[in-house]
């Protein structure tokens, strides 16, 4: 008998933390089947951020480093000059890479840093319950924007694939979304190629992953697919925004 | 070659720190305990600088000169602000070139040098600080001339060793002005 | 033995690190400590190592972490306020014990405050600086060849304890020159780092390096297990120098630069007939205390000379512990005491005229 579905090797065989319907755990299966199909995983170093996806760690084979808050790309930048023929990646939700660690993003991709950024926009500060993300949309109802987000007061959303593919560093920018299967299947495609530009040296490529937040966007999980695709595809439209060789 | 406490100042871009780092260095080749200490800051151009060069038979205590033996003098604030300083006995040099008005102590010895004067004759406004240390040598006779002359050459990179005989040209001049 | 050159401070720390074996340094500018960067930006692409200017100190720190965690003998630098940026990504480097050195050329502060010299971050080398439960290994040098040979050893205790080291120098220290050897003798340890994060190649179970335990109990474990290891550096490590203690009635105490002005103060105070003696710690963390409860046995007072407020003088008092006066003299905000300053402050205590 011919085996349909298996855990890819590359993810620990542990229960996730992460709350029912979370896309989380669909983007690390993501990462894990293209660490297997491109068999790196003992060649890897992963870099875990601060924010629900903290514990990242645990969950993939490969060797681990656990950053500060918005520090990963620093952190990967730092492993990846000592260890250049390795792969490192780093896996960031928005408030770490869009708020708190912009800096960090912004410049190791100017730099071309031959590292892989896997971007996990889904609008909202999840660990912490649900603040205001750099990346909530205008209108948009959180803990601290209770009367939804006042772009005049707060400011707009930051669209981080398409300032990044302003620079001329990255080698390749695209942003998928994990609301469909067929928009699942883009994902993995695109990870696929944002490692395998690492691993042809082209130098720094992200992929920013709209997801979601059932939990503190008050919505099923079924709802949040729907409020993905009617809400945050439209501010934040898929494609590819940069890919040179 | 004698213990001494020098300081030696003027405006930046006079080459105030490497003056202070030829001395420093002749006195390291002839076995001294010695060390050289730059002003640092905001005076790559034009503002003051200063260095404090200790040489001493006895390990350096402090690097930092309060009374200097000698004070090599580029400009008027740094003989304003350190002519107080010398020891009694002590010596400053001067250049009388930019400097307008005479050293008011009578307790020192005083060496006027139209320094920058006699560097822009050897074409160059810029080797008045070899012509300083050349008259700072023969009024004090802390260092030989030969000690001096090998200091240039080493601390020059073997690609520019045509400015060290200019260097070393400026010097002398200074030394029989 | 090899030939004696003339160096700035700072560049005989980079000549030095790289003799240590360190291949890779980040950095970000500031006054007085740029020859560091400037000289490793020189060397390190000649040599097969990595400078990298980083955009910030809070990154360049990061990038220690990322690379020390990937098993690199690896360096920073900055000067104070560039320090207090360093501050979160030390007390990660410490929570997730990992070897690197990290130089502090000291200019005063707070906030901007000068670039001249200064010795006001004692605290926070020795007490923290960043958050938590944590030391660095803190060493205090005071010439331009001690900053020579503390840098070589601050890789090798860096990796045998697997801790942050920090080499904490001034301006002064850092701009001047002396005349310094590179000698052979002191070539450092390689050690090995099983735990690595370079790879498992499918060998072994994966390397995490790591700082958050969401179980206080587990958290309190590991700070528990670091505490060891702090017990046996500060058990081993201790270095410290003394001159003139065996009769001295007035201890003085520095490190770093205020050191070479206490040393010509004393000398002063001999000729004058003072019994005034020395300690320097050149261990800052570990503090050399039991040498102060010793000299306390015979001495009538301690004076605590700092470029600063008074920083040091707490650990000096503690380790006296009432046994004897312990009173303080100290410029900052890039000010030098002279020797004149501190002898006529021992001149006051002797004869009764100074207040603790």
């Not at chain 3, 990595?50 to 360096?75: D, K, P, W």
């Not at chain 3, 926070?124 to 290994?137: M, N, P, V």
């Not at chain 3, 410290?240 to 065996?246: A, F, G, I, Q």
């Amino acid at each position: 008998m011919s085996k349909l579905y298996e855990r890819p090797k590359s993810l620990c065989d542990v229960p996730m933390h992460y709350c029912p319907g979370c896309t989380h755990g669909i983007a690390h299966r993501l990462i894990a089947e293209v660490m297997d199909e491109l068999g790196i995983e003992g060649e890897t170093v992963g870099v875990a951020p601060v924010g629900c996806a903290v514990f990242a760690y645990d969950y993939f084979e490969c060797d681990m480093q656990e950053a500060a808050h918005g520090r990963a790309p620093a952190v990967a930048t730092g492993i990846k000059r000592v260890i250049p023929d390795r792969i490192v990646f780093t896996y960031q939700g928005d408030g770490d890479l869009a708020a708190i660690g912009t800096a960090e993003t912004v410049h190791a991709a100017a730099r071309g840093e031959n590292i892989t950024v896997i971007f996990i926009n889904n609008a909202i500060y999840g660990m912490t319950g649900g603040q205001m993300a750099p990346t909530s949309l205008p209108g948009q109802f959180t803990q601290t924007s209770p009367y939804g987000r006042d772009v005049k007061k707060q400011g707009y959303p930051v669209r981080i694939s398409e300032m990044l593919s302003t620079l001329d560093g990255p080698s390749y920018i695209e942003r998928v979304s994990l609301d469909s299967v067929p928009n699942i299947n883009n994902a993995k495609k695109a990870i696929k190629k944002a490692f395998q530009k690492q691993i042809d040296k082209k130098g720094f490529s992200l992929v920013e992953v709209l997801s979601t937040c059932p939990t503190n966007w008050g919505l099923s999980p079924v709802e949040s697919m729907k409020w993905l695709k009617d809400n945050m595809i439209p501010y934040y439209p898929l494609g590819v925004f940069k890919d040179v060789d | 070659m004698k213990s001494e406490n020098i300081i030696i100042a003027g405006f930046g871009g006079q080459g105030i720190l490497f003056a202070g780092k030829l001395l420093a260095y002749a006195a390291m080749v002839a076995g001294k305990e010695i060390s050289w200490l730059p002003s640092y800051g905001p005076e790559m151009r034009g503002g003051t600088a200063n260095c404090h060069v200790v040489i001493s038979e006895e390990p350096v205590g402090s690097p930092i000169i309060v009374n200097p033996d000698v004070l090599i003098s580029m400009n008027r604030p740094s003989l304003d602000k350190f002519e107080n300083s010398v020891i009694e006995g002590g010596t400053i040099v001067v250049d009388k070139s930019l400097i307008d008005r005479k050293v008011t102590r009578t307790d020192v010895r005083v060496k006027y040098v139209e320094a920058t004067k006699i560097a822009m004759e050897l074409g160059n406004a810029a080797l008045a600080n070899m012509v300083m240390v050349g008259a700072f040598l023969k009024e004090t006779g802390a260092f030989i001339l030969d000690e001096i002359k090998d200091a240039i050459v080493k601390n020059i990179p073997k690609t520019k060793q045509a400015l060290a005989e200019i260097d070393i040209k400026a010097m002398v001049a200074g030394y029989n002005a | 033995m090899s030939e004696k050159v003339l160096m700035k401070g700072n560049e005989a720390i980079a000549e030095a690190a790289i003799l240590a074996g360190c291949r890779y340094f980040f950095g970000y500018p500031i006054t007085p400590q740029t020859e560091i960067a400037a000289y490793m930006a020189k060397k390190m692409p000649k040599i097969g190592g990595t400078f990298l200017q980083a955009e910030s100190e809070v990154s360049a720190i990061n990038m220690v972490y990322g690379a020390a965690g990937a098993g690199a003998r690896v360096m920073t630098s900055s000067s104070s306020p560039g320090m207090s940026l360093k501050g979160e990504g030390i007390s990660y480097i410490a929570g997730a014990d990992l070897p690197c050195v990290i130089v502090n050329i000291v200019r005063g502060g707070p906030g901007l405050g000068g670039i001249q010299p200064a010795q006001s971050d004692y605290f926070q080398a020795t007490k923290g600086g960043g958050h938590g439960d944590y030391h660095l290994l803190v060493l205090a040098p005071n010439s331009v060849q001690e900053m020579v040979s503390l840098t070589i050893d601050a890789f090798d205790l860096a990796d045998k304890y697997r801790i942050p080291v920090m080499l904490l120098g001034d301006g002064t220290l850092g701009q001047m020159m002396e005349p310094v050897e590179f000698s052979n003798d002191n070539i450092s340890h390689v050690y090995e780092k099983p735990w690595a994060t370079v790879g498992t190649q499918k060998k072994r179970k994966h390397n995490i390096i790591n700082t958050l335990y969401m179980s206080p109990e587990e958290l309190e474990y590991t700070i528990i297990e670091r505490q060891k290891k702090y017990n046996s550096i500060v058990q081993n490590e201790i270095r410290c120098e003394t001159s003139y203690l065996e009769d001295a009635e007035y201890v003085l105490s520095a490190y770093g630069t205020s050191s070479r002005i206490v040393e010509t103060a004393v000398h002063q105070l001999r000729k004058e007939g003072y019994k005034a003696g020395i300690i320097r710690p050149i261990t800052l963390w570990p503090f050399p205390s039991h040498i102060y409860k010793k000299a306390a046995e015979h001495a009538k007072a301690f004076l605590s000379v700092e470029m600063s407020m008074g920083q040091m003088v707490e650990d000096i008092m503690l380790a006296v512990n009432g046994k004897a006066p312990v009173h303080f003299f100290g410029r900052t905000g890039g000010v030098i005491p002279t020797p004149a300053e501190i002898v006529s402050k021992v001149k006051d205590i002797a004869g009764g005229n100074a207040s603790e």
